[in-house]
């Protein structure tokens, strides 16, 4: 079965600077995908950013950007230019391709990294 | 734009009672899913469904139940409810290529949410 780590319970950011996220999985699949994932106060689940594993390229998405190291599985996120706005639990989280093995489909979750912006 | 549906937002259960968790969603997506997160937790799969007719057992299944008789809807079901059900419940579904059935690299649509306690 997948697992995905996430190391960091809480992290703290002054305003405007820049914070990265950590995320290890492990896996033995050659095909899958990888999610951030943003929770506010509010409780919504909010698709932050992803990555296809065969894609050596990082993806990017304006502030966020991530950096992926396959051979190291590892899958962190670096959020750019801090805002209040940021401030949340963030998911990293894992899915199998369409062209791996058995298993249930769905999404493998870490427990989240608190992010909290210092203003 | 209504996306993922769920209801009660809310609810409060005796140790024995059944109740049934609804979720809709107007976006014609094939696959639909159901989360529970525990407090400091990510998100487990409960169970899931590929379409219409199809279900299946995600991580956490023991104590529910699924049907999906249409491509809206996918209640979850829990028989006898127990303190350790306790949880928040999110619904989600995404899209497949029609033909293709390829599907992990499309994000999930997650609802709101259900906050259940069992007493």
């Known amino acids: 079965a997948q697992t995905v780590t996430q190391s960091q319970p809480e992290m703290s950011v002054q305003e405007a600077e820049t914070v990265t996220l950590s995320c290890t999985y492990d896996?033995?699949?050659?095909?899958?995908?990888l999610f951030w994932y943003k929770q506010p106060p509010s409780r919504q689940m909010i698709l932050v950013i992803r990555?296809?594993?065969?894609?050596?390229q990082n993806a990017t998405e304006n502030r966020f950007s991530v950096n992926f190291q396959k051979a190291a599985k590892s899958f962190s996120l670096k959020i750019s230019d801090s805002q209040l706005g940021d401030a949340a639990m963030y998911f990293c989280?894992?899915?199998?391709?369409?062209?791996?093995?058995?298993?249930?489909?769905?999404?493998?979750f870490g427990k989240g990294t608190h992010l909290i912006i210092q203003p | 734009n209504a996306g993922v549906t769920q209801t009660p937002k809310f609810r409060i259960l005796k140790i024995g009672q059944s109740m049934t968790l609804q979720c809709t969603q107007d976006?014609?997506?094939?696959?639909m899913y159901w989360y529970r997160q525990d407090p400091g937790m990510g998100l487990k799969l409960i169970y899931y469904?590929?379409?219409?007719?199809?279900?299946d057992k995600g991580e956490v299944p023991n104590g529910y139940n699924v049907s999906r008789s249409t491509t809206e809807d996918f209640p979850l079901r829990l028989e006898l409810a127990a303190p350790s059900q306790t949880s928040v419940y999110f619904c989600?579904?995404?899209?497949?290529?029609?033909?293709?059935?390829?599907?992990?690299?499309?994000?999930?649509?997650f609802g709101d949410g259900t906050r259940l306690s069992i007493l």
């Open positions: 989600a579904s995404s899209y497949s290529w029609p033909g293709q059935g390829t599907h992990s690299n499309q994000p999930q649509h």
């Open positions: 896996t033995s699949e050659s095909d899958y995908y």
């Open positions: 990555q296809e594993a065969y894609k050596q």
């Open positions: 989280a894992y899915r199998r391709g369409d062209h791996s093995g058995g298993g249930a489909d769905g999404l493998t």
């Open positions: 976006m014609n997506h094939n696959y």
């Open positions: 469904s590929v379409g219409a007719g199809i279900t």
